[in-house]
């Protein structure tokens, strides 16, 4: 999953939420010294990642992909199913979309000092572009799948992809609607578990 989902999945506890965003830019067991909570927040990403990666209608999304981008369908994937997530967020949350990005980028400015340095480098340009908002908006998927590509410098063929999402429009939302579901649940109980030992 993608940044959206994984900040939705950490249901609205501070730590949780920071150490979920940040999970992507730590290396291995290189965390002992971030707080507990926020040690927990990499540990439940990385479960959470596990889990979307192994599922059977993630693979199903995948395989609509794989022949055009090989090992980027997931990246895509991850960001087609934040997409949906931002579309039909009135269905998750009583908070509207632009509250919650908003609440989430303050968060994460204030705790600026503690993110990772890859984190601190991406933070400003997501909260310039309001990526999390703009996920909801074909210009906004378009417009990351571009950055994407050009970080692999057009190997990945990613600035195509939005061509893909609007080909298989329904498929891909019937497929995110099935899948978050499963994960929602995946994720609580993972959360419990942490939470409590």
Same mark, same amino acid.
């Given at each position: 999953?993608?940044f ?21 830019? +730590?290396?291995g067991? #290189?965390?002992? *010294? ?5 040690? &927990?927040?990499?540990? @439940? ?66 705790n600026?000092? +503690?993110l990772?340095? #890859?984190?601190? *480098? ?5 909260v &310039?572009?309001?990526? @999390? ?11 990351v ?6 970080r ?9 992809a939005?061509?893909?999402l609007?080909?298989h ?7 995110f ?8 649940h995946f994720?609580e ?9």
């Amino acid at each position: 999953m993608n940044f959206l989902a994984h900040l939705y999945l950490s249901k609205n506890n501070d730590e949780i939420m920071i150490g979920n965003f940040i999970a992507d830019h +730590i290396k291995g067991n #290189k965390f002992s *010294h971030f707080s507990e909570n926020i040690q &927990k927040g990499i540990i @439940l990403h990385r479960a959470i990642d596990s889990y979307t990666d192994s599922h059977e209608i993630v693979r199903i999304s995948k395989r609509r992909l794989h022949e055009r981008y090989g090992h980027y369908d997931g990246i895509i994937i991850d960001i087609f199913y934040d997409h949906f997530l931002a579309i039909n967020w009135r269905d998750y949350s009583e908070i509207p979309l632009d509250i919650y990005v908003s609440s989430v980028y303050k968060l994460l400015e204030n705790n600026f000092d +503690i993110l990772p340095e #890859k984190t601190q *480098h991406l933070l400003p340009y997501m909260v &310039k572009y309001n990526w @999390l908002y703009n996920y909801q908006f074909a210009k906004g998927i378009k417009d990351v799948l571009n950055g994407m590509n050009n970080r692999t410098n057009g190997k990945s063929m990613m600035n195509l992809a939005t061509e893909d999402l609007l080909l298989h429009y329904d498929s891909f939302h019937n497929d995110f609607t099935k899948f978050f579901k499963d994960l929602q649940h995946f994720s609580e109980i993972k959360t419990n578990e942490l939470l409590t030992n």
